[in-house]
């Protein structure tokens, strides 16, 4: 057996890893192969195991990264950015945290918050991270910060994570962030209903302790430009259906809000669910003008002494967009005038309409 395709069908990363251990270039190409195929973390896997066995080998160190940096969203850099997010965390976790906190971090990205929480004082931080090639550069960023020895990376889904194995004790502080655009898409709610009392003290500190989904009225300058109609002298007007759900940035300088906010859906993170499946209904009041869509964005509450929002506004700046849903038709309204907004969600997605 040592087809290219029968090693991938036959074998683990591993085994395949053994199998051409004298052929590291071949072993990268194979994980680039897998990568195609869907296969992230077996890919992510071989790739790594290449790059042990030729450190110096240049093509394989370009197809290592080019693996690597395919399986680890661009977003990463953009949250990493987000000055006022990261100081939302810093300063819940030093709030929260005493000398002997044991605290659990649900998603390490680059080890941040757990790091965070290790020079607030913590004792110790399980920090877990389900994607593999993530997971590697949080433990190097860990251990090259000086923090190796109060933190362990854990390269696994919350899910697979026990008290006992992964976790010497139920943490005192569970700290996360996993939540979308939309608040849900990350599966945040799952996620707090598996780990809040299966890997925390009953008594444990959440941060964010609660998330909320926030819509209000609006209008998108940009709307009508959108639209597409003849494009080389074709009617590509049926493109239009795709444009649903706009995704914009916090502080896009055409959006303008033309009501209050209002919750549309709201999560006690620490009650650990269940967040069972729920539809809503909120009457936003127009401020008067021209509306031709809903806005969504999301609200965090840290503690009882931080919140963060990425409410837009024009110049705002934010690691999460917002998502502009336009209306069948623009609206003229009055000022008090309201519209009713119908919404309904599972664990992971939302969806709305205007009744
Ligand atoms: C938005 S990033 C946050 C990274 C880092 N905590 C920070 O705040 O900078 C979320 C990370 O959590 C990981 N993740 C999401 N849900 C997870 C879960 N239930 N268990 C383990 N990792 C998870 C994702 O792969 C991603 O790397």
């Given at each position: 057996?040592?087809?290219?395709?029968e090693?991938?069908?036959?074998?683990?990363a591993p085994?395949?890893?053994?199998?051409?251990?004298?052929?590291?270039?071949?072993?990268?190409?194979?994980?680039k192969?897998l990568?195609?195929?869907?296969?992230m973390?077996?890919?992510?896997?071989?790739?790594?195991?290449?790059?042990e066995?030729?450190?110096?080998d240049p093509?394989v160190?370009?197809?290592?990264?080019?693996?690597?940096s395919?399986?680890?969203p661009e977003w990463?850099?953009?949250?990493?950015a987000?000055e006022?997010?990261n100081?939302?965390?810093?300063?819940?976790?030093r709030?929260a945290v005493?000398?002997?906190?044991?605290?659990?971090d649900?998603?390490?990205?680059?080890g941040?918050?757990?790091?965070?929480?290790?020079?607030?004082g913590?004792?110790?931080v399980v920090?877990?991270?389900?994607?593999r090639?993530m997971?590697?550069?949080a433990a190097?960023?860990?251990e090259h910060?000086?923090?190796?020895?109060?933190?362990?990376?854990?390269?696994?889904?919350s899910?697979?994570?026990?008290?006992?194995?992964?976790?010497?004790?139920?943490?005192?502080?569970?700290v996360?962030?996993?939540?979308?655009?939309?608040?849900?898409g990350?599966?945040?709610?799952?996620?707090?209903e598996?780990?809040?009392?299966?890997l925390?003290?009953?008594d444990?500190?959440i941060?964010?302790?609660?998330?909320?989904?926030?819509?209000?009225?609006?209008?998108?300058?940009?709307?009508a430009?959108?639209?597409?109609?003849s494009?080389?002298?074709f009617?590509l007007?049926?493109?239009?259906v795709?444009?649903?759900?706009?995704?914009?940035?916090a502080?896009n300088?055409t959006?303008?809000?033309r009501?209050e906010?209002a919750d549309?859906f709201?999560?006690?993170f620490?009650?650990?669910g269940?967040f069972?499946?729920?539809r809503?209904s909120?009457?936003?009041?127009?401020s008067?003008g021209?509306?031709?869509?809903?806005?969504?964005w999301?609200?965090?509450?840290?503690?009882a002494d931080g919140v963060?929002?990425n409410r837009?506004s024009?110049?705002?700046?934010?690691?999460?967009?917002?998502?502009?849903q336009?209306?069948?038709?623009?609206l003229?309204?009055?000022?008090?005038?309201?519209l009713?907004?119908?919404?309904?969600?599972?664990?992971t997605?939302?969806?709305?309409?205007?009744a």
């Amino acid at each position: 057996m040592s087809s290219s395709a029968e090693l991938l069908k036959h074998l683990s990363a591993p085994e395949i890893a053994e199998r051409l251990a004298t052929e590291p270039a071949r072993m990268a190409q194979l994980a680039k192969l897998l990568l195609s195929g869907g296969e992230m973390q077996r890919a992510v896997d071989l790739a790594n195991r290449a790059r042990e066995l030729a450190p110096d080998d240049p093509e394989v160190e370009r197809i290592v990264k080019l693996v690597l940096s395919r399986s680890v969203p661009e977003w990463h850099r953009a949250i990493l950015a987000d000055e006022v997010r990261n100081a939302a965390y810093d300063a819940a976790l030093r709030r929260a945290v005493r000398a002997g906190s044991r605290v659990l971090d649900i998603g390490a990205g680059s080890g941040l918050l757990a790091m965070m929480a290790a020079r607030a004082g913590a004792t110790t931080v399980v920090s877990c991270e389900m994607n593999r090639a993530m997971a590697g550069v949080a433990a190097e960023i860990v251990e090259h910060n000086g923090y190796a020895d109060r933190i362990s990376i854990v390269g696994k889904h919350s899910r697979q994570l026990a008290v006992g194995a992964d976790l010497a004790e139920p943490a005192d502080i569970l700290v996360s962030e996993i939540v979308t655009n939309d608040l849900l898409g990350e599966d945040v709610l799952g996620c707090m209903e598996d780990a809040v009392g299966r890997l925390t003290r009953p008594d444990a500190t959440i941060i964010p302790s609660h998330g909320a989904v926030r819509i209000a009225l609006a209008y998108y300058g940009k709307l009508a430009k959108r639209q597409l109609a003849s494009v080389q002298g074709f009617d590509l007007s049926p493109m239009n259906v795709f444009d649903g759900r706009i995704d914009l940035a916090a502080g896009n300088e055409t959006l303008e809000l033309r009501s209050e906010p209002a919750d549309l859906f709201a999560f006690d993170f620490g009650s650990g669910g269940p967040f069972d499946n729920h539809r809503a209904s909120v009457a936003l009041t127009s401020s008067g003008g021209a509306v031709n869509g809903i806005v969504q964005w999301i609200w965090l509450r840290m503690d009882a002494d931080g919140v963060y929002e990425n409410r837009p506004s024009p110049g705002a700046s934010s690691c999460w967009g917002v998502m502009f849903q336009p209306l069948p038709a623009p609206l003229e309204m009055r000022p008090g005038e309201t519209l009713t907004v119908q919404g309904a969600r599972d664990r992971t997605a939302l969806w709305m309409w205007v009744a």
